[in-house]
Each structure stands twice: as C-alpha cells, then as structure tokens.
C-alpha cells in the first residue's frame, strides 16, 4: 500500500509541474495567464499616483514640483537631468533657437543645466504647477514679474558660485549647474514650501490608452524655421518616443540615458518679437491647434490652457512622461510623420 501512495504522490507531482510548465509556456507566448491556470498571480497593488505622470507609486507623491530653464544651444549639449523631468515645455527664445522648462516632481535630478535665463513666458508655464522657479539671468519682463515677490524663485545672479556652480568643461553661458541639494538648500534659504498637494493631470486608462486611433507616428519630424530639427522615434516594445536634435539623440550627459517620454504634444502659438534682441512675446492663454502622438499614432485635435497648464482640449495624456513642443502658428503643417 505504501509503495502505491509513493507512485501515486509522484504521478501527481510530475502532473502539477507539468501544468506549471504550460502556464509558464502560455505568459511567455501571450504575456498573460488565466486565473484558472495561475491563481496565485495578482496585480501589485500601489498606494499614489504622481500627479504629473500618472505612474503609480508607493512613495509619497506631495514633493513640490521645481522648475529649471535648460539651455538648448548646441555647445550646452547633451544636457543633465532632463531625463529625470516628468514634463518639459520646449519653447522658442531668441536666435531661433529653444529654451526647455524642466518641470520636475516625481524624480529629482543629481545635477541639472546648462541653467540658462528666464523669460516670462516660461515663469508663467511654471507658475502652472506652482513650481519653484530656477534660472540664471532674466529678461527685462522675467524680471519684472520675479522682483513683484509673487513666485518663489532662485536664480544664478543672486547665487553664483554659491548655489550655483560653474563648469570647467564649457564656456559660459553654457557652463551654469545646479544640484538637487543646493536646490533644496535654496528653499530652505528663501523659506519655500517644499510639499504640495498638486492638482492631477488627466491621463487616459489603459484601455483608452489602447483604444487610441489617429494616424501613423514611429517617426516625427519637427523643422523649425532657424533649421533646427527635432525628431521623435517611437518604440512599440517600451511605448515610448526617444527625442534627438539634428539626427544626434538627446541623452543625459553624465549617465548617457537617452530621453523618452510617453507624450509628444506638438501645439500652435501666435509668436511675436518685441525688441532689438529678438524676444518674443507668445500667446499661450488662446488655445489653438495641436498634434498630440502617443502610442504610435498622432491625433489632429486643439490645446488649451487649463489654470496655467497646456493640455489638450477634449482629450487626455497617456501615464508617463510628457515633451511638449509649443511652435509658432502654422508649423504644425510641416510636422513630418511617418
């Protein structure tokens, strides 16, 4: 009887391990298991999701946002940090030539920069999301509005070689840096709040997000008149856009990670120069046209902004990050995609 209970308990042995193997088979093949077949397997669980990328999280999701002008010029690349920011504005200044507000929240950068000069437009997109404002120089408009007091600021004219530090590997004015510590040292120095309680972006489910339609978007060409390109090239395996400049991908400069998002959203200002120096004064309260690419495909559809914020108007970001292009009126016609 023993020797029989030893051959059965065996058989059974071999059956289960057998049917584990199938189940195991059957999540490489289709990258999912049914209950029946694996009961034990459930969905983690998480406590938050951070407001600006729509990622859920177990940690604390009150960090006030920061965010610091990045200078886009060709000797200040490839730039620090930009990887670790939830959303970043990509905005014309003077030249021809961008600008980046990196807005940060759910992570924080080592070291961020080249840190480069404010100009209003930029100060009001931050003032969106409360954020503390970073830059080194001003316009004679930024400077108005960072002289009233009304938005908690730091800025390399003030901290010099105190907060901020220069670089020995690049000429000014593309050798400003600034680290998460001494942006943090910064607001204790100012008495800045360092939590909030930010308002959610919206962000679509997954399965909206799956449901998305619109026309095809692997590749994405953004040439803006000064003969800059932009490119965006998308990856089915990571759902995600890698960004470059003039064909050169865009990466991190200490760790070379390359700059992903999940969200390119492309959309149209009225610009205007307003002075000798070629500043420019753009209309980002009208709303208008805008392109928003996710997922591999592009959707025609129109922004707006909604108390500070450019979102899009009757739709909604997908959860990670966000690149926002804001170009003159009209160039979205030249937007390439493939």
């Known amino acids: 009887m023993k020797k029989w209970y030893i051959i059965l308990m065996a058989m059974i042995t071999v059956l289960t391990l057998s049917a584990c193997k199938d189940a195991r088979d059957k999540v490489l093949e289709e990258g999912k298991v049914d209950k029946a077949e694996a009961t034990d397997s459930k969905k983690e669980e998480f406590s938050s999701v951070y407001p600006l990328t729509g990622l859920e999280t177990n940690e604390e999701v009150d960090h006030r946002a920061v965010s ?17 920011a939830d959303i ?8 021809e030539l961008t600008r980046f507000l990196a807005i940060f929240q759910s992570e924080m950068p080592e070291v961020v920069g080249p840190v480069r000069s404010a100009r209003d437009y930029y100060i009001e997109l931050s003032r969106g999301y409360d954020a503390l404002f970073v830059a080194h120089g001003f316009s004679p408009e930024a400077k108005e509005i960072l002289d009233s007091g009304t938005v908690d600021h730091l800025n390399g004219m003030d901290y010099d070689g105190i907060l901020f530090n220069r670089a020995d590997f690049r000429k000014a004015p593309h050798n400003s840096y600034i680290t998460y510590e001494n942006i943090e040292k910064g607001m204790e120095k100012i008495g800045a709040e360092q939590s909030d309680d930010l308002d959610m972006l919206a962000f679509l489910t997954s399965k909206s997000a799956k449901a998305i339609e619109g026309a095809p978007a692997n590749e994405v060409q953004i040439s803006y008149p000064g003969g800059e390109t932009v490119g965006y090239s998308y990856s089915a395996k990571m759902k995600t856009y890698a960004r470059s400049s003039n064909n050169e991908p865009t990466i991190d400069r200490e760790t070379e990670t390359p700059i992903t998002v999940g969200n390119v959203f492309i959309v149209e200002a009225a610009h205007r120069v307003i002075d000798d120096a070629g500043r420019r004064e753009i209309n980002l309260t009208s709303g208008g046209d805008a392109i928003l690419i996710q997922n591999g495909v592009a959707q025609n559809i129109s922004w707006k902004n909604e108390n500070g914020r450019i979102v899009p108007d009757g739709g909604a970001f997908v959860p990670g990050k966000i690149w926002i292009n804001i170009v003159p009126s009209g160039m979205t016609d030249s937007v390439k995609m493939q």
């Not at 970043?88 to 030249?95: I, Q």
Request: aromatic share 4%; no cysteine; charged share 20%.
């Open 68 to 84: 610091v002008m990045v200078n886009n010029h060709p000797k200040a690349r490839p730039q620090s940090g930009l990887h670790k």
């Open 88 to 95: 970043v504005y990509e905005v014309l200044a003077e030249g």
